[in-house]
């Protein structure tokens, strides 16, 4: 999934990588509603997304504040402890400033 899109730069990056458990139970669901949430937040700018043995996705965000937001929305915190109760071996999650971005091919 990639919604990116180029003039990134000098946004956030939230990078947050994760192993996944074998449950499942109510993991795509929430996923879906953690990415229609993030993207009704103020400040949220585009994500992306891949999971292999390791998941990893990249949201974008405006400031610090909009990503403090993000963090401690409620239905996200109930996300995060569901996370680390079932749905995560381990996760990491990186915040970063974007100094430079581009895009092949240019739009």
Avoid at 72 to 95: I, M, S
Wanted: contains cysteine; negative net charge.
């Amino acid at each position: 999934m990639q919604e990116n899109r180029p003039g990134l730069d000098g946004c956030y990056a939230v990078i947050f990588t994760s192993v996944r458990t074998d449950c499942d139970n109510g993991y795509a669901e929430a996923a879906t509603r953690m990415l229609e949430l993030a993207r009704s937040m103020p400040g949220f700018l585009g994500v992306e997304s891949a999971r292999e043995e390791v998941g990893v996705t990249v949201s974008y965000w405006e400031s610090l504040d909009a990503i403090r937001a993000w963090r401690d929305h409620p239905e996200h915190l109930a996300a995060q402890a569901r996370g680390r109760a079932d749905w995560y071996r381990n996760f990491t999650t990186r915040v970063c400033k974007v100094l430079r971005s581009s895009v092949f091919p240019e739009p």
